[in-house]
């Protein structure tokens, strides 16, 4: 269900801040129209000629019209989207696909990110306007509840504050690996005593006339006392039921959490922890592509709660110290996008294969049985202050 748009929603240009853990997203939805005369726009059509100067025209004064500071933190927009679009009933706003857009129809939107990290206030300043725009609407989601500014060409700053702090995700804690060591040899150790010592006596009573097999005798002694000694065998202990459930929960966790960062580095370096081998690079693709929402592009869905239903171990995987867990997990995010919150819930069943590497589980591989995804689109509303 699509709620209706906060008042001021038919200026030339509305904005949008979007506020999480790890990122900050300023956007904008501008109406060409407002700008025909500004742009030199001729004729009713924009053509595909006009396309990409327009694309370019909006993100240029999006990064220089708006300024914005948290605490003495600036940020760089480093990754810039812009594309026509078109209201869409489910999804709020959709890729506009037409060759030949009317002007009157045309609308831009665009996005620039930035990596932060614990924003809890901004500082905005908004320079840009349309022509004889009298106020401009500027509306911010974040993990707390939403708001919306009023600000206008008298009057172009605002401020925010988050007014609940919530705490950014951390990796949660896995259970150790315990194994079982023991030394397969340890019941020769007495007869390797017991063939030292009868031969030192033989030595002590007989000195020069002991018999040659004496020496093969405790020779023999001392190399099978010794590896009675040092040989030691590790074996895996399997983890209960709950330890199971404890272990994959942790898992799956961190790896989201690793999605929650907005740069490459720390996302690999976060997946690393949970995930080994061939297995890190396909989880990554697949992972990111499922938050990426479709056909609007600089926007993912952070997952806020991952719910296992089922994790059931199905016995230690051959003479290896891993074990496979038969999962099933439902993993819910969101994401405040244009002004439209999209809600994703996948559900997901699985062969998990979880791996003791270096004393920590692991994943090691995953088997994807089944996969369902439902998402819903709604508009939040917030009275803005000026």
């Not at 924009?46 to 940020?75: D, H, Y």
């Not at 609007?296 to 995987?317: N, Q, S």
């Not at 979880?354 to 508009?379: C, F, I, P």
């Amino acid at each position: 269900m699509l709620f209706r748009a906060v008042q001021g929603a038919g200026e030339g240009v509305r904005g949008f801040i979007g506020v999480e853990p790890f990122e900050v997203r300023l956007e904008a939805l501008v109406e060409v129209s407002a700008f025909r005369e500004a742009w030199k726009i001729d004729g009713e059509m924009v053509t595909p000629e006009m396309k990409r100067q327009i694309l370019e025209n909006v993100k240029t004064l999006l990064r220089s019209g708006v300024n914005l500071n948290a605490g003495g933190q600036s940020f760089d927009f480093t990754d810039q989207t812009a594309r026509f679009l078109v209201q869409d009933p489910v999804t709020g706003y959709v890729e506009d696909e037409r060759e030949n857009i009317p002007v009157n129809d045309a609308l831009v939107g665009v996005t620039l990110s930035s990596v932060a990290r614990d924003v809890t206030e901004l500082e905005i300043e908004w320079l840009w306007f349309a022509p004889g725009q009298e106020r401009l609407p500027i509306e911010i989601a974040s993990r707390g509840p939403p708001a919306a500014r009023f600000v206008t060409p008298e009057n172009k700053k605002a401020s925010w504050s988050m007014i609940d702090g919530i705490e950014a995700p951390k990796l949660l804690s896995v259970p150790e690996v315990r194994v079982v060591r023991a030394a397969p040899l340890k019941f020769f150790l007495p007869i390797a005593l017991i063939g030292l010592i009868a031969g030192s006596i033989v030595v002590v009573r007989k000195k020069m006339e002991s018999p040659k097999w004496i020496l093969f005798l405790m020779v023999g002694s001392l190399v099978l006392g010794f590896l009675a000694i040092r040989i030691r065998t590790e074996t895996l202990e399997a983890p209960a039921a709950k330890e199971v459930d404890e272990i994959v929960y942790a898992l799956l966790r961190n790896t989201y959490h690793a999605f929650d960062f907005r740069d490459e580095s720390n996302i690999y370096d976060t997946l690393e922890k949970s995930i080994e081998g061939a297995l890190l690079e396909r989880v990554y693709l697949e992972i990111r592509n499922s938050l990426e929402l479709e056909n609007v592009g600089g926007a993912r869905v952070r997952v806020y709660e991952i719910a296992l239903r089922e994790a059931k171990m199905e016995g230690l995987v051959g003479d290896t110290n891993a074990f496979q867990a038969h999962t099933e997990w439902v993993t819910i995010g969101e994401v405040t996008h244009w002004g439209h919150t999209h809600e994703r819930t996948n559900k997901y069943e699985a062969e998990i294969t979880v791996d003791a590497v270096e004393g920590t589980w692991k994943m090691s591989d995953l088997e994807l049985l089944n996969e369902e995804r439902v998402q819903k689109t709604t508009r939040r509303v917030a009275s803005p202050q000026l």
